[in-house]
């Protein structure tokens, strides 16, 4: 492979041929790669941010091979399937980061499983949101270490083991340690870098991957005390409205979240100082490619650095991230490159970075980058790249672009009169996307919109996304299965108020299981509890005796696919209102 022609023409300095052979036989290059959340391109000192306090992440940056213009998925599951596959995320079968959207096909060959091939060992750390169950846990996905928690954020309706926990939820979250359940002590973010030292020492003397994916600054916004004292009384707009870059509307809620997702930065940033400390103490910082990057822009509006747009706009400020790649072995020259990159050229980068072997019939989107990290080249091949959200599956033509080089065409719904309305940027002379100049240039735009249809086409008649990724159930591999609502589907049918939720899962073989439908409190009122499982239907009563889940005992459900739809009616002012399970249990 290229790396390592590379690698031993940097080792030629060093030392003879056979002391190149030697070296590289046992130092194949270390990987952390390592993700924030919902963290925006402001929001580091780095950037321009005045109050906000990351000196390890700026320094990191200083010393960085910096790509100027990485271009992520306006949500947070898209990107982490593009990251994992080198693919679009639609062709992974993730569209969505909840509703049954966020779940990545297993038959997708990740850059853990390409690495583990290898003779790397692969660990990933915090947050997976690709799916909670067998077979599309990160475990099922090429990570022979994992410590992760549930659904798209801790405390949320489907990481139901700290959803009851309200405002405490990122402090002792109960995460899952290899499929099992584990109670931790302490704040999230520390908790996992904790676990990430660990691993690293556990593993100096192993060339390993670690994908250390934080779930802060995502809301919920808590913090531990000492960082929300840092910045509460920091006046977080002061000389950033008048220095004639564009600056959001902000309000005085919004400047109260952005405090707290500062204080929750500045906490990563020292849990960074404390990660890239462990690695000097083992002295493998010289041989570990240290990658830093976020997920997609801010959730809230605070500053970006002008750009327009936040979390869910396919606008520069919703897609472009931070991505330093720190590698003083032979990235040596900090610097910035403008070439165009993207979440999706990660995996094919670390392949060839490594040496590792893509597999032949393995189609991809991403392109190496290491051509660009060592000079080789300045610019990749052409090539268009589309961005859009909406939920369930893409609109058009609304938010959804599509662009080449440095040209964008941006569909923002419906004019006036009802027609496909669309915006163009040219992005080197209009940077902040303030000025359509879609008049004038028809061909352009006829081109650009010609790609961004064979692109929707092909996105929605992806194979995961015609037929969604199931956990499969009956199986050694995870029993009991939970079945949070983050991967449940939602039906709407007439006449009824509320969407039903169900599950689409795979039974492995015709066995019994018994179904246990929880509940996020105790029930105190009448009603009924209506189990629907594929063609078969069970009814009973529900008593007000405060139960807080139901059981169905050996139920036999036939090999296949088969939908398990829970519909609960408790009596609520003198009728039957429609309520929602808080998880459902199979055992068998």
């Known amino acids: ?38 963290q925006g391109f402001g929001d580091l000192g780095y950037y321009g941010n005045p109050h906000i306090k990351t000196p ?6 200083k010393r960085s091979v910096r790509f100027d213009d990485f271009l992520v998925n306006p949500v947070c599951a898209p990107t982490r399937s593009s990251i994992m596959t080198g693919k679009y995320c639609m062709s992974t079968g993730v569209h969505d980061t909840y509703r049954g ?46 410590l992760n928690h549930l659904s798209g954020g801790i ?25 099992k359940q584990l109670q931790t002590k302490g704040y999230c973010t520390d908790v996992f870098t904790e676990a990430a030292m660990n ?34 009384d920091v006046d977080i707009d002061k000389g950033l409205i008048d220095e004639g870059v564009p600056y959001p509307n902000v309000t005085d809620h919004s400047r109260k979240n952005s405090r707290k997702v500062y204080g929750m930065v500045t906490n990563i940033d020292d849990n960074l100082r404390l990660l890239f400390n462990k690695l000097q103490d083992l002295g493998i910082d010289e041989n570990t490619l240290v990658i830093f990057m976020t997920d997609n822009g801010p959730q809230h509006p605070r500053y970006i650095a002008g750009m327009r747009g936040r979390k869910g706009s396919v606008f520069q400020g919703g ?13 040596k020259d900090s610097r910035d490159i403008k070439t165009t990159a993207a979440h999706y050229d990660i995996l094919p980068t670390l392949v060839e970075f490594t040496g590792a072997k893509m597999p032949e019939e393995l189609s991809i989107e991403g392109q ?61 002379n209009d940077p902040y996307e303030r000025n359509d100049i879609s008049e004038g240039n028809g061909k352009l735009v006829a081109e650009l919109k010609t790609e961004m249809d064979r692109w929707l086409e092909n996105m929605e008649s992806s194979e995961h996304i015609l037929e969604s990724p199931k956990p499969i159930i009956g199986t050694v591999h995870e029993n009991p299965v939970m079945l949070n609502q983050n991967d449940a589907h939602f039906l709407k049918k007439d006449g009824v108020k509320k969407e039903f939720i169900y599950w689409d899962v795979l039974v492995n073989e015709t066995k019994t299981f018994d179904i246990i439908v929880h509940f996020d409190g105790a029930i105190n009122t009448e009603g009924k509890l209506e189990l629907v499982l594929g063609e078969q239907s069970i009814t009973f009563s529900i008593e007000a005796n405060g139960q807080t889940s139901f059981s169905f005992k ?13 519909k609960t009616y408790l009596m609520k002012k003198g009728e039957l209102k429609f309520t929602y399970p808080f998880y459902i249990e199979i055992k068998g």
């Not at 897609?319 to 990235?331: D, E, G, N, Q």
């Not at 050996?554 to 829970?566: A, D, F, H, Q, R």
């Open 1 to 38: 492979m290229k790396h390592f022609i590379y690698i031993a023409v940097v080792f030629l300095v060093l030392g003879s041929c056979s002391e190149v052979k030697k070296t590289e036989e046992v130092s194949k290059p270390n990987v952390i790669l390592i993700i924030t959340d919902d």
């Open 56 to 61: 390890v992440l700026d320094s990191l940056a």
């Open 101 to 146: 959207g966020a779940m990545m096909a297993t038959s997708e060959v990740t850059i853990a499983e390409i690495l583990q091939e290898s003779g790397y060992k692969t660990g990933m750390i915090g947050k997976w949101h690709l799916g909670d169950n067998y077979p599309m846990r990160p475990q099922d996905q090429g990570f022979e270490y994992t």
């Open 155 to 179: 405390g949320q309706y489907g990481d139901w083991p700290n959803t009851l926990k309200r405002d405490s939820s990122y402090f002792n979250p109960i995460l899952w340690k290899n499929g």
């Open 199 to 232: 691993y690293v020492e556990e593993h100096k003397e192993d060339p390993f991957f670690l994908y250390l994916s934080y779930n802060a600054p995502h809301g919920p916004l808590q913090l531990p005390q000492k960082y929300y004292d840092m910045y509460k």
């Open 319 to 331: 897609v472009r991230v931070p991505s330093f790649w720190y590698y003083p072995k032979a990235f």
């Open 368 to 428: 190496s980058l290491l051509p660009l990290l060592t000079r080789e080249t300045d610019t990749l091949s052409q090539r268009y790249i589309s961005r859009y959200w909406a939920r369930t599956a893409p609109v058009r033509y609304r938010n959804v672009s599509t662009r080449k080089e440095n040209m964008k065409l941006v569909g923002v719904g419906k004019d006036e009169e009802g027609n496909d309305k669309f915006q163009l940027f040219d992005l080197t």
């Open 554 to 566: 050996n139920i036999e459900l036939k090999k296949g696919t088969v939908s398990i739809m829970p």
